[in-house]
Structures are given as C-alpha cells and as structure tokens.
Antibody, heavy 118, light 104 residues
Framework: QVQLQQSGAELAKPGTSVKLSCKAS????????LYWVKQRPGQGLEWIGY????????YYSEKFKGKATFTADTSSSTAYMLLGSLTPEDSAYYFC???????????WGQGASVTVSS | IQLTQSPSLLSASVGDRVTLSCKGS??????LAWCQQKLGEAPKLLIY???SLQTGIPSRFSGSGSGSDYTLTINSLQPEDVAAYFC????????FGSGTKLEI
C-alpha cells in the first residue's frame, strides 16, 4: 500500500526556515510527481507546487515562489520542502501527496504542523 | 477556478443518505475528486473523475455531476464516516473546496 510518511511538528521563529520531509514507500518514487499542499484552519487547502523526483524538475504556484523550495533524495525515496523567511501566515499544516496515473492526488501524507511564533 | 462547498457543516444520523455539494466557478469537465479527512490522519481519496470509486472505498460512497456542479453522496451513513470532506478540481491547475464537516 502506497504510503507517504511526513516529518513531525515544527515550531519556528519568524524569519527562520524549516525543512519538512515526506518519505515514500511501496511504489517507485521516481516515477510520480509529488505535490505539496498547505492547509490553514478554516481556510481550506492551497496548492504550493510539485517536484518530479526522477530529475528534480519542479513547479511552484505563483503565491509560493520564493517561499518554498523542493528537493528530493532518490536514494531514500524522500522529498523535502524548505519553507523560508517564515511569518505567522506560514503557520499551517503541510501535506505531501502523490499524483497518480489517473492525474489525481491518490495518496497523501498525514500532514506536518508548522507553527511560527516568537 | 474557485470551488464552493456546501453545506460547511452537516449533521446527520446513522443510516441516513447525505449529499455534499461542490460548485465550480466554471466548467470543470468532470475532473473533480473528493477526499475524506479525519483529524490527524492523511486525507483519503474517495472519488476521482466525478464518479469513479477509488480502490478500497466502500460502495456507499458515490459521486455525480457535470459542468460546474458536483455531488458526493453517502448512502447509509456509518459512524466511521464522521470526517471533513473536500473536493478538488484538476481540470485547470489545482484548486480545493473549503470543505464540509460531517457529524453524527
């Protein structure tokens, strides 16, 4: 069964960075796009962007350009998202999700909480 | 494309048939999916391409719709169906609805 296991909760100060991880298992990591999604309580979900682990190609939605940076380690089947220059508006849950062969996000990580506070 | 889900909160009883709505600001061409999200768990894909049931999902879940209007139906509501449900479209980019919280 496809699994995406995300790293734990983060507490960070404004202006700093956090790096979230998403470890994939039970599928060929390099063959599927990996998306990142932001969820703030009461505000729904937002698409941040995606990475194709095989070659590292990535795409960021306009709102998150300069905020998020995606990388992937194929040796450990792990994707990463670096969030920089943190502000309180970056406090949210962040999910990774696999884009399946049908063009739909068919597997999700359990989410990672990021809290930005001084 | 913006997605509007309604209602935001739905209370129902075990055994009920419930319908959740997802309306787009334009035609989604049936590229509409539904996910179930329980607190602290990974979201789970239920329905894709409007009405295709994801493998392993109980048949009491079904989807329908066309154009800009889509519906998730749960027949014979079960206690384990308590969750938030969100829709998302992947016809043009990727956007999500604001969700419906289902309680029993």
């Amino acid at each position: 069964q496809v699994q995406l296991q995300q790293s734990g909760a983060e507490l960070a100060k404004p202006g700093t960075s956090v790096k979230l991880s998403c470890k994939a298992s039970d599928y060929t990591f390099t063959s599927y796009y990996l998306y990142w999604v932001k969820q703030r309580p009461g505000q729904g979900l937002e698409w941040i962007g995606y990475i194709y682990p095989e070659n590292g190609a990535n795409y960021y939605s306009e709102k998150f350009k300069g905020k998020a940076t995606f990388t992937a380690d194929t040796s450990s089947s792990t994707a990463y998202m670096l969030l920089g220059s943190l502000t309180p508006e970056d406090s949210a849950y962040y999910f990774c999700a696999r884009l399946g062969l049908r063009g739909v996000l068919d597997a999700w990580g359990q989410g990672a909480s990021v809290t930005v506070s001084s | 494309i913006q997605l509007t889900q309604s209602p935001s909160l739905l209370s129902a009883s075990v055994g009920d048939r419930v319908t959740l709505s997802c309306k787009g600001s334009q035609n989604i061409n049936n590229y509409l999916a539904w996910c179930q999200q329980k607190l602290g768990e990974a979201p789970k894909l239920l329905i894709y391409n409007t009405n295709s049931l994801q493998t392993g999902i109980p048949s009491r879940f079904s989807g329908s719709g066309s154009g800009s209007d889509y519906t998730l139906t749960i027949n014979s509501l079960q206690p384990e169906d308590v969750a938030a449900y969100f829709c998302y479209q992947y016809n043009t980019g990727l956007t999500f609805g604001s969700g419906t919280k289902l309680e029993i």
